[in-house]
């Protein structure tokens, strides 16, 4: 598993002018079973993903392709981590 940590580098008025193209990305990933969630740093100084992949050369090769990368707006850091245990009921905890 992967958490992948956006930080900004530019303002919020140019990540917002390409943040369309950011989530249709997003989505893309999700549709393939890639991310499984994602949202907002808290400040909002960037973003967090986590992700399932082959590894880690993978995840970076994918994070290419998102707006935020291929226009320089955000610094991008990838963390493996090896999952070994999980709440049973994660879904109903996000979703809270």
């Not at 580098?9 to 369309?20: G, Q, V």
């Not at 949202?39 to 992700?51: C, N, Q, V």
Request: aromatic share 10%; glycine share 6%; proline share 3%.
């Amino acid at each position: 598993m992967f958490v992948i940590e956006l930080t900004y580098k530019s303002d919020l008025k140019e990540i917002d002018a390409h943040m369309t193209a950011h989530v249709k990305f997003l989505k893309k990933y999700y549709a393939a079973g890639t991310f499984l969630v994602s949202g907002r740093k808290i400040p909002r100084d960037g973003g967090i993903i986590l992700a399932v992949g082959k590894s880690k050369q993978e995840i970076e090769a994918l994070i290419k392709e998102d707006p935020f990368h291929a226009h320089g707006l955000a610094d991008f850091r990838v963390i493996e981590f090896r999952a070994s245990q999980r709440a049973d009921d994660m879904p109903k905890r996000i979703a809270e």
